[in-house]
């Protein structure tokens, strides 16, 4: 049982370390986090799912808020990966909050399928949860990721790959409003798009789209913070489908044959299970004409407000519970 003396020299030093996430430990008390506001997107559409005896997985969960908030709504079993280790701002966060999860701090993108695939390997003769339940995810959280890693196409396979026929990708991300379908580099010769070091590609939201469909993946939903013409902050909701989503326009580019290593990339035998049937309430959306309910993200980018500029949405409380 881990305990929190919160009088505790151990408790002060956590509570004045680096932290991402702003978080209530205690009644008043408070780490320092960013507060950036792109946590509020990722949160809006958690609100609109219901999570309740989903299997989740979250991709970067820094100290585990959307694993908090995720159990906390009757999710059956959350797994958080990240590359960094925060174990010990974990294990405080656990025990104030009261819910459990699975943390895998150390785990690279790269190395984060081989590292599911042996937790269901040993899963298989550890669990009581049938087959269905080992490999492969009803949910999948991958929010303020995207434009961090050089390859930001493998990690949106590696998303779909992890999701179970019919599962749920949120997705959020910085990116842009040009009309345009490309990927800027941070560096744009005369200025930077986001200041720091840690930030590379941001995509178009028409490139973002176009790739989104290509992967098999649907999009239903979506939200976004105050606009700007080099880096938006977008969330979308996606749901994993059997194949590619072309207009008319791009048919000849969606044959996935034609591409040497995209089953590679798109590891659609991995998740393993019976169909996912996620209950999700969407809010307003414009959709592409030619494809049915799936959803246009520049047109909605455009043309809806965004989302409350709210601390409330951005903090962790203690009696959070969306």
Known sequence: MYL??????????LLEGWW??????????????YEFANIACTRELIRRVNPTGMDICDIGTMEGVIPILLKRRAARTVVAIDAADSSEKVRLVQHCYGEQFEYYPR????HAKDRLTDRARLSRYTSSMGPEHIQGFDIVVLSGVLYHVFSPLHVIGLARTLLKPGGLLILETAASCQDRYSMNWVFQGNKYIYGSGTNTWFMTLKFLDHILRYMKLKPIDCVHGPLSEDATRVAVAAVAV?????LRSEAEWFLPQNMFDYNEVIDVGWAEGYPAEIRYAAGQ?????????????????????AIPD???RIILRLEDRE
């Open 310 to 312: 709210d601390r409330g």
């Open 4 to 13: 929190v003396d919160f009088s505790s020299p151990e408790f002060k030093r």
């Open 242 to 246: 059997p194949a590619p989503l072309a």
């Open 285 to 305: 959306n414009f959709f592409h004409a030619e494809l049915d309910g799936c959803v246009d993200l520049h047109r909605t980018v455009i043309k809806t407000k």
């Open 20 to 33: 991402y996430y702003t978080i209530e430990l205690k009644p008043g008390v408070f780490t320092r986090g």
């Open 107 to 110: 785990t690279s993108l790269a």
